[in-house]
């Protein structure tokens, strides 16, 4: 009763902490924004978004203190030596909870650039953050529906240049663009509908990471396969929520993450179109996605 009455303190008060100081995080960041949007020169563009990736690096730090404390071992982390700050990486990862964004974040924080995501380009007008996501500059992409595109043929294909011109800029810049591949949280139901192979793993879906590999063609530098486990979840049979993260309820995570070079002949390429490039990258991506489901295997409590 005690420990539970507790843990439902420490969540209200580590929630309470994180909106405050995320909301302190807002005014340099809005600050720094508007400093960008009237630079002058490229010269001084890049010196307002390197301060602005600082905030962001500070801000993520102390999300990173805040669930560990008190929490000696919470983390157990394996990433691989020599990433670049100052690389162009796509970042690639099993989903189960809202969880592994806070996680990605802790890991990668100032081994990679800021990681980045596609927005719908209607978000740029939500207040303060589409302005932040803009000056940090995350790519704004038009995303149309199949209704969309039933109705109108001509869209088909759009969503994909459209990705291409939003990254333009991340070819002159570091970036490290997120995707998970299963495209959804994980379950044991959605995987037993998907007729999925996997056993801890929706079937991958290649678009998020071919997106990226044609926009940013010969600029990636590689892909960071990341895996992560929460060993209580075959306990209570299914993954942490954020609440549990803020509670202090997750007694380990587990990432590994592996640095995996490119097949050449795959960047640039529209793997939409050239159904054999298709083929090639579903079938990297399924290799990938097999040995990832046998390392979550290892690292699970039998």
């Known amino acids: 009763m005690l420990a ?21 995080c807002m005014v340099p960041l809005t600050l720094l924004a508007i400093g960008k949007l009237l630079s002058p020169t490229q010269k001084m563009r890049d010196l307002f978004r390197r301060l602005l990736s600082r905030v962001v690096e500070a801000w993520v730090g ?48 100032r081994r990679l650039p800021v990681l980045t995501f596609f927005i719908k380009k209607e978000l740029i007008y939500v207040p303060f953050m589409g302005f932040a996501w803009w000056a940090l500059d995350f790519p704004f992409m038009s995303r149309h529906s199949r209704e969309e595109i039933r109705k109108n043929p001509q869209l088909a294909g759009k969503d994909l240049e459209s990705a291409r011109v939003a990254c333009e800029k991340l070819k002159q810049i570091p970036s ?6 299963e495209g959804t949280r994980f379950s044991e139901a959605k995987r037993d509908r998907s007729g999925s192979p996997h056993r ?30 929460y060993p209580s979840r075959a306990m209570h049979d299914q993954a942490p929520t ?23 002949h795959l960047l640039g390429r529209n793997f939409r179109k050239d159904r054999e490039i298709r083929r090639e990258l579903e079938a990297w991506i399924h290799d990938v996605w097999q040995e990832k489901d046998q390392l979550i295997t290892r690292l699970s409590p039998s």
């Open 176 to 181: 490290a663009m997120m995707s998970f591949p």
């Open 62 to 109: 102390l999300n990173s203190r805040l669930v560990t404390v008190g929490r000696r071992g919470m983390w157990d982390i394996e990433v691989p030596a020599g990433l670049d700050r100052q690389g162009r990486y796509v970042v690639s990862c099993n989903h189960q909870s809202w969880v592994d964004i806070l996680a990605l974040q802790k890991v990668f924080n």
């Open 200 to 229: 801890h793993l929706l079937k991958p879906k290649v678009g998020g990471i071919g997106v990226v590999m044609y926009a940013l063609g010969d600029r990636l530098q590689s892909l960071i396969d990341v895996t992560i486990v």
């Open 242 to 264: 954020f609440w549990d993260l803020m509670c202090g309820k997750v007694p380990e995570i587990i990432v590994r993450a592996r640095e995996l070079e490119i097949p050449r």
């Open 4 to 24: 539970s009455l507790f843990q439902t303190v420490r969540g209200v008060v580590s929630f309470a902490l994180m909106v405050m100081y995320t909301l302190l």
